[in-house]
């Protein structure tokens, strides 16, 4: 099975602050990584795919880049509603493994 | 307005069946792949199974292999996950998802709410 890492494991940050959030795989997915947002009792959200491609109805301050085995979500602009948990996954092969996931909190 | 539904979840004896369902509307759902993704209380996102959207090639994780079986109706547009010799470790809720495309190679973009399972005695 493919390996994630995510790091930090969390963080805490001010609205208005840009966040980084690294994703490392086991192996080179080439660009087979997306990013989900998590809140607390909801399901998870689609914000990145292909490593790059926004979702349709995400925020423009959400970017990802990476491919390989190294990937980056980027938040520029910390927003109210950004704090949550978010998870790498990689669908370069099954079973289609998740990163163990990113609590961003309110400093 | 993408929507997935699903349903069967409950308290289940260790060792027993459970069948969850996805019920879908919303788009074609014959175009689509779908898996099943699972949440343990206070834990992490574990994918589970996924099925093309002929329906002619599955997938599972190595931990419910053999025990869980996905399959699709697409006359009733509806996704199911047949669940035996359920075990503690299986305890969580399980989410439906619907892929960008006919594979399971590609990101998920809508997600039902949820059905929780808990197998305990």
């Known amino acids: 099975d493919i390996q994630m890492t995510q790091s930090p494991s969390s963080l805490s940050a001010f609205v208005g602050d840009r966040v980084t959030i690294t994703c490392r795989t086991s192996?080179?997915?080439?660009?087979?990584l997306n990013w989900y947002q998590q809140k607390p009792g909801k399901a998870p959200r689609l914000l990145i795919y292909?490593?790059?491609s926004l979702q349709r109805g995400v925020p423009s301050r959400f970017s990802g880049s990476g491919s390989g085995t190294d990937f980056t979500l980027t938040i520029s602009t910390l927003q109210p509603e950004d704090f949550a948990t978010y998870y790498c996954?990689?669908?370069?092969?099954?079973?289609?493994?998740f990163g163990p996931g990113t609590k961003v909190d309110v400093k | 307005e993408v929507q997935l539904l699903e349903s069967g979840g409950g308290l289940v004896q260790p060792g027993g069946s459970l069948r969850l369902s996805c019920a879908a509307s919303?788009?074609?759902?014959?175009?689509?792949?779908l898996s099943w993704v699972r949440q343990a209380p206070g834990k992490g996102l574990e994918w589970v199974s996924g099925?093309?959207?002929?329906?002619?090639?599955?997938y599972y994780a190595d931990s419910v292999k053999g025990r869980f079986t996905i399959s699709r109706d697409d006359s009733k547009n509806t996704l199911f996950l047949q669940m035996s010799s359920l075990r503690g470790g299986d305890s969580a809720v399980y989410y439906c998802?619907?892929?960008?495309?006919?594979?399971?190679?590609?990101?998920?973009?809508?997600w039902g709410l949820g059905t929780l399972v808990t197998v305990s005695s």
């Open positions: 192996e080179s997915i080439r660009d087979y």
């Open positions: 998802a619907k892929a960008k495309g006919g594979n399971v190679f590609l990101a998920a973009d809508n």
């Open positions: 919303g788009f074609s759902f014959g175009t689509y792949a």
């Open positions: 996954q990689q669908s370069y092969r099954t079973p289609l493994t």
């Open positions: 292909g490593a790059s």
């Open positions: 099925i093309t959207a002929s329906g002619g090639t599955t």
